[in-house]
């Protein structure tokens, strides 16, 4: 799948929409949910323009793949829910009805979340 850089991530990283920032460092864009399905939802996504998981696993840096696992930790230690508990969860494609084309994580704690997987019927 190619890129699409009109993607709703992408403008938010060009600065053409705001979000409610929660941290930022050199590789990486963490931000909260503008529909949280949780107590706390964040996003974390990478700065380059990747689709997905898929296309970050297999194109990006070792200095970005870092970046955005720490600040995966980073993240929920921030939000306070490294004790409690959290779930990260990152759609790719069709089955997993990914939204939008830019590879996020979301950090969802700070109350039980339930199970893992609540299939449709
Ligand atoms: P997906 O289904 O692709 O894994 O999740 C996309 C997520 O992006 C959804 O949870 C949705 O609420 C969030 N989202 C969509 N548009 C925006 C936006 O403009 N700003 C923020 N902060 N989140 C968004």
Redesign the pocket.
Known sequence: MTYDPNN?FAK?LRGE?P?NKVLETEHSLA?????PLCRHHV?VIPKGSYVSLDDFSARSSEAEIVDLIRSLGEVARMLGVDASGYRIMS?HGHDA????PHL?F?VCGGEDLGPMLRLPK
């Open positions: 709703v938010i929409i979000c931000f909260h949910d503008i529909n996003l759609n009805r990914q939204e939008v996020h979301h």
